[in-house]
């Protein structure tokens, strides 16, 4: 148990799916593992630990933004021994040429800060995804007609953003979507050692203000979980 895991050693699995949404952990656990059990519900966040075609895996909340995902991975990795963890997450598409609905793979995660920024000091380290899981990744989309956006995101403190301009800087220089974690998610995994994964669906767009409902947001994203799950354990 952790200050805020109210977990049992054991409890959790060495694979962890992320959504900052704890209403669609509870769905996807619900929706893709067997025999889903609660294993976590401390402040709400809520967590469960099943099955996916005889592998364990739990599904937990991250809530949004960095610092709480920071909470969650810690402890995730530090004291329960998470070896995997994958975030499956909405954002808001950046590029003309990506739709909503489509699924992005980050590759790497630009950000102003992170919560690991003052440890780094002078340094701008470069998160980025572990290579095997971006590839298996790929690989389950295309398996399933799917063909992915790969490539960098931006990890934003602020989704209410007031930086156009800042904005505009990331579409030219390539930059898929914006969300809210996955700098400090890639970030950690490397200082644990662990891999991480960030699939993402879109769910609005900066560029043409389109957005799907937030029920969609909860429950509509099934491929982006499929394709984790499938990366996560590769036939
Ligand atoms: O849908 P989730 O996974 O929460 O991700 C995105 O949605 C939240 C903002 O609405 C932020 O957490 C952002 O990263
Ligand atoms: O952080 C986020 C998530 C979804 N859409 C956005 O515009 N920002």
């Not at 509870?26 to 809520?46: C, E, H, K, Y």
């Not at 937990?60 to 963890?85: K, Q, W």
Request: contains cysteine; charged residues 20%.
């Amino acid at each position: 148990m952790t200050i805020h895991i109210g977990a049992e050693p054991g409890d959790i699995a060495e694979t962890v799916l992320m959504p900052g949404d704890p209403m669609r952990a509870q769905w996807a656990a619900r929706t893709f593992l067997d025999s889903p059990r609660q294993i976590n519900a401390v402040r709400g966040m809520l967590g469960y630990t099943g099955t996916w075609r005889g592998h364990p895996v739990t599904i937990h909340g991250s809530g949004m933004g960095m610092p709480s995902l920071s909470i969650y991975a810690n402890e995730l990795l530090r004291d329960f021994g998470v070896r995997t963890l994958m975030r499956i997450g909405s954002c808001g598409g950046m590029q003309p040429h990506v739709g909503l609905r489509d699924v992005i793979l980050a590759m790497t995660a630009s950000s102003i800060s992170t919560p690991s920024s003052s440890l780094m000091r002078e340094l701008r380290f470069a998160p980025c995804a572990d290579w095997g899981l971006l590839r298996a990744a790929a690989q389950a989309a295309e398996t399933r007609g799917i063909t992915p956006h790969i490539g960098g995101i931006y990890s934003s403190d602020t989704f209410y953003d007031e930086r156009p301009d800042l904005n505009d800087q990331m579409t030219r220089h390539g930059t898929l979507a914006v969300e809210m974690e996955t700098a400090e998610l890639y970030t950690l995994a490397s200082r644990y050692g662990a891999r991480a994964l960030s699939v993402l669906t879109v769910s609005d767009h900066l560029l043409t203000g389109d957005a799907v409902s937030s029920a969609d947001r909860e429950t509509g994203f099934s491929a982006m979980v499929e394709i984790a799950l499938a990366a996560a354990f590769p036939d």
